[in-house]
T-cell receptor, first 115, second 114 residues
């Protein structure tokens, strides 16, 4: 679990607030991911970054804005969220290279509540 | 297209008895398959993975899973449940050649009774 860290672990925000989630990986990986985990729903992939470049945006609303300044850090900037955006946001990282190397390792998540 | 079906949303076992969590998958290509576990208020921890080597895969904490292509299954088992095994378990598929697109099952909540 210490390989991928996320801060904050819990966040409460109003719909007009702006906040950011941070993820850091210490595994030497070069791909990073944001997932959303809502109650009673399977994990949803939001964004994928490969060598700091965004390679996938899974039709995520623009009120979620990712940023990947380097291969070790990933941010998710939040603004004007809706109550239905309340969820556990998970970050993951992996190596890029095919097969076994692409196993994803997850952080502990940020529990977000939008009021 | 790929999909994952976890056949039971909840499983209850007594401590010391065997655990069976069922997973069936659908994938157009030879997939990689994973089981992750999530304890309350924690992230996902990798239990084990199948990536086209041995079909019987051993993982952490005494868990193992067998890849059965003919049955398109990847069931998770453990001979003897421990109280600390109580958690939610996710079966995950990734088709070969698709580097990053994982498909998650809806999860199985395992309860271990004393």
């Amino acid at each position: 679990e210490t390989g991928v860290t996320q801060t904050p672990r819990h966040l409460v925000m109003g719909m007009t607030n702006k906040k950011s989630l941070k993820c850091e990986q210490h595994l030497g990986h070069n791909a990073m991911y944001w997932y959303k985990q809502s109650a009673k729903k399977p994990l949803e992939l939001m964004f994928v970054y490969n060598f700091k470049e965004q390679t996938e945006n899974n039709s995520v609303p623009s009120r979620f804005s990712p940023e990947c300044p380097n291969s070790s850090h990933l941010f998710l900037h939040l603004h004007t969220l809706q109550p239905e955006d309340s969820a556990l946001y998970l970050c993951a990282s992996s190596q890029v290279g095919g097969g076994d190397q692409e196993t994803q390792y997850f952080g502990p998540g940020t529990r977000l509540l939008v009021l | 297209a790929q999909s994952v079906t976890q056949l039971d949303s909840h499983v209850s076992v007594s401590e010391g008895t065997p655990v069976l969590l069922r997973c069936n998958y659908s994938s157009s290509y030879s997939p990689s398959l994973f089981w992750y576990v999530q304890h309350p208020n924690k992230g996902l921890q990798l239990l084990l993975k199948y990536t086209s080597a041995a079909t019987l895969v051993k993982g952490i904490n005494g868990f193992e899973a067998e890849f059965k292509k003919s049955e398109t299954s990847f069931h998770l088992t453990k001979p003897s449940a421990h109280m600390s095994d109580a958690a939610e378990y996710f079966c995950v598929v990734r088709p070969s050649g698709s580097a990053r697109q994982l498909t998650f099952g809806s999860g199985t909540q395992l309860t271990v009774l004393p």
